[in-house]
């Protein structure tokens, strides 16, 4: 098993560029969290998803949107970036939304100019 | 909403030493509280947790202490090694398992 997989890992956008980062588990689970992770302070939730067809937001989630595709994929989408979105972000599962362990991905580095 | 708080936010010991590290949280809801490693440009991983119901876990040479009462949980690691150096996160995740609150993270280097 691959577990949980993010594309692209590094990325330099101008600001006003739009992108879309990818999440990928293969892991069945039914539930998958989009996270940033700025220096100093620790791993902010942007949104997630508690099963295939649900979404909702977390602590940041302006200037982001979200797809659950399927049960396996996850995607964040930058609309129109600003450098304040620099940062690495993290995609992670769990096999449920309750008291479940999260299983993380290994992160997208992004820059924005 | 859940707010988690750390300290310290570095600790140096000398290898063989035990480190820890305290969070405290502030929804009494909160009932799962995960402890993450994150060693540098690596993903976070899971290192061990405590639920609600219990007051201590221990797994070898790491071991969590849960005071529901004053709100607040720690990561005890005993006999450290050097490959123990990385950063540590605690979280909270309330009752409803909507909001996984982070904490900012504690650096740990144990010195050889």
């Known amino acids: 098993n691959a577990g949980v997989t993010q594309t692209p890992k590094f990325q330099v956008l101008k600001t006003g560029q739009s992108m879309t980062l990818q999440c990928a588990q293969d892991?069945?689970?039914?539930?998958m969290y989009w996270y940033r992770q700025d220096p100093g302070m620790g791993l902010r939730l942007i949104y997630y998803?508690?099963?295939?067809?649900?979404?909702d937001k977390g602590e940041v989630p302006n200037g982001y949107n979200v797809s659950r595709l399927n049960k396996r994929e996850f995607s964040l989408r930058l609309e129109s970036a600003a450098p304040s979105q620099t940062s690495v972000y993290f995609c992670?599962?769990?096999?449920?939304?309750?008291?479940?362990?999260?299983?993380f991905g290994p992160g997208t580095r992004l820059t924005v100019l | 909403g859940e707010n988690v708080e750390q300290h310290p936010s570095t600790l140096s010991v000398q290898e063989g030493d035990s480190a820890v590290i305290k969070c405290t949280y502030s929804d009494s809801a909160s009932n799962y509280f995960p402890w993450y490693k994150q060693e540098l440009g690596k993903r976070p991983q899971l290192i061990i947790d405590i639920r609600s119901n219990v007051g201590e876990k221990k797994d070898q040479r790491i071991a969590v202490t849960l005071n529901k009462t004053a709100k607040h949980f720690s990561l005890h690691i005993t006999e450290t090694q050097p490959e123990d150096s990385a950063v540590y996160f605690c979280a909270a995740i309330d009752n409803y398992g909507q909001n996984f609150v982070f904490g900012p993270g504690t650096r740990l280097s144990v010195l050889p």
């Open positions: 992670a599962s769990s096999p449920s939304d309750r008291d479940d362990t999260q299983y």
């Open positions: 998803s508690a099963s295939e067809g649900t979404t």
């Open positions: 892991m069945n689970h039914n539930s």
